[in-house]
């Protein structure tokens, strides 16, 4: 069972940034998709943004263009999420996930593509 232990989160300030972690215990493929989804209290999980470790083929979702950048390191089998320009709409609980088997194409934002998930970590913006 392949397991996902994200690090970072937190608390900031409007306008701030934090940066997310995730380190995956292996890949079982040179192309796989990981990313991070986030959850409201209430509301259903969002796709956030995602990579292929084989071609670093970015998505984001449309809200965060700009201000967010996931980046991966296939070595470790981890990825980061840098948020910048944070905003209370973005506070939430964010996951990371990972497909198993190999994938070429562009990543995808649906919850069913993905089929490890981590704990979560709390990311809190305050206003």
């Known amino acids: 069972q392949v397991q996902l232990a994200e690090s970072g989160g937190g608390s900031v300030q409007a306008g701030g940034s934090l940066s997310l972690s995730c380190v995956a215990s292996?890949?079982?493929?040179?192309?796989?998709?990981i990313g991070w989804f986030r959850q409201i209290p209430g509301k259903a999980r969002e796709g956030v943004a995602f990579?292929?470790?084989?071609?670093?083929?970015?998505r984001y979702t449309d809200s965060v263009k700009g201000r967010f950048t996931i980046s991966q390191d296939s070595a470790k089998r981890s990825v980061h999420l840098q948020m910048n320009n944070l905003d209370s709409e973005d506070t939430a609980m964010y996951y990371c996930?990972?497909?198993?088997?190999?994938?070429?194409?562009?990543?995808?934002?649906?919850?069913?593509?993905?089929?490890?998930w981590g704990r979560g970590t709390q990311v809190t913006v305050s206003s």
């Open positions: 996930v990972l497909r198993r088997g190999l994938y070429y194409g562009l990543c995808k934002p649906s919850e069913l593509f993905y089929n490890y």
């Open positions: 292996e890949y079982t493929d040179p192309h796989q998709c």
């Open positions: 990579i292929n470790i084989g071609s670093n083929i970015t």
